[in-house]
């Protein structure tokens, strides 16, 4: 009975390899265990050995059962392996990557963020940050922006409930929280923390009470400038944003500063480009930011002397020169994730 045991085992190892469907699998493994298989008769035998062997002849048919069991599973695996296989045309190789695998990618507006302040940290810029929290000081007073300027109506900022005061307010006391409205509160806080020479970029997020359409987001992003310094002229100012400006849309693009008026830069400029292969946009001057000298008022609120400093300032929309790079007409773009859209940047 042991031989038999052994003989069964030892068939069924060498006939499985050549079971290739389940049906030839059926046969095989009822050959063995069924009702009229070759081991099912063996367990039969059980009954008619003497009492004193059953424990070990027990063990003996439990052993072979067990490999028997082993044997059937692994050729069941082997012939599902192969079906699967069948059905999807080709052996599968799991290492290879999956054909719609998308790796990831900066947002577009954090690329030309990277791009601009790159291009300021390699002219000796270096990055400073504010909150965007801030407080009608640092955002307005202090940029000699005065009380009856649109920008502190309720209507345009977006301030804060009345009894949220600000307590870290320095210069005013009572003074409401607003969220600020552009990145220019950055010169102040720097100006206030450090000493000149100062020469930084503050890139950031804005908010204003706008309506949202193809150009107005009522949250955007800016990159703030500030250079302060002994002597800083308006040729520092027109090299400076003009070596920008060539390194962001080509050697070809022609800059102009055409007057304007900001309350905290005397003189006031608008920068504007005309590049001659922009698509559409191509051979027209387009606002790109505004800039200037910084006013000797604001140096002295923050304690400077202005007549031994001086310096320029400058801030762009950062959704802006996306735009402008990419030739994207819809600023809504974006900020509504939509990966059609995002991976074309990638
Ligand atoms: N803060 C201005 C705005 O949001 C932009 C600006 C203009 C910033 C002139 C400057 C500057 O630093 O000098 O519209």
Not at 133 to 146: G, Q, R, Y
Not at 177 to 193: A, D, E, G, P, W
């Amino acid at each position: 009975m042991q031989q038999q045991l052994a003989n069964i085992v030892s068939e069924a190892s060498s006939a499985a390899p050549a079971i290739k469907t389940r049906p030839e699998f059926e046969v095989f493994k009822a050959g063995l265990v069924g009702s009229k298989g070759s081991m099912t008769a063996v367990m039969k035998l059980m009954g008619s050995i003497p009492k004193e062997e059953k424990p070990a002849m027990g063990k003996l048919i439990n052993e072979a059962k067990q490999k028997l069991e082993a044997i059937f599973a692994e050729t069941l695996a082997r012939i599902e392996d192969a079906e699967l296989a069948a059905k999807l045309g080709e052996p599968i190789d799991p290492s290879l990557p999956s054909p719609d695998d998308f790796a990831g990618m900066r947002h577009p507006l954090s690329q030309i963020r990277e791009e601009v302040c790159g291009i300021f940290h390699r002219l000796g810029f270096t990055i400073a940050e504010g909150p965007e929290l801030e407080t009608e000081w640092f955002c307005f007073d202090a940029l000699n922006t005065p009380a009856n300027h649109p920008a502190r109506d309720m209507q345009d900022t977006l301030f804060l409930p009345a009894d949220t005061k600000a307590t870290d307010a320095p210069k005013k006391a009572d003074e409401a929280y607003l969220l600020r409205s552009h990145t220019s509160s950055v010169q102040i806080r720097t100006m206030l923390s450090r000493k000149p020479p100062i020469r930084i970029v503050a890139p950031g997020r804005c908010f204003r009470r706008d309506t949202v359409d193809a150009t107005h987001s009522a949250n955007f992003h800016q990159i703030e400038g500030l250079w302060i310094d002994k002597n800083v002229t308006l040729k520092d100012l027109k090299s400076v944003l003009d070596s920008f400006v060539r390194e962001v849309f080509g050697n070809a693009a022609e800059t102009r500063l055409r007057p304007s008026f900001f309350p905290f830069t005397e003189p006031s400029f608008e920068m504007d480009i005309r590049v001659p292969n922009m698509g559409a946009l191509s051979n027209r001057w387009l606002e790109i930011m505004g800039c200037g000298l910084v006013d000797p008022k604001v140096l002295e609120n923050v304690g400077l002397d202005a007549n031994e400093w001086s310096g320029l300032a400058f801030g762009m929309g950062i959704e802006r020169i996306a735009m402008l790079v990419h030739g994207i007409d819809d600023i809504r773009h974006f900020y509504a994730n939509d990966l059609r859209f995002l991976r074309q940047f990638a």
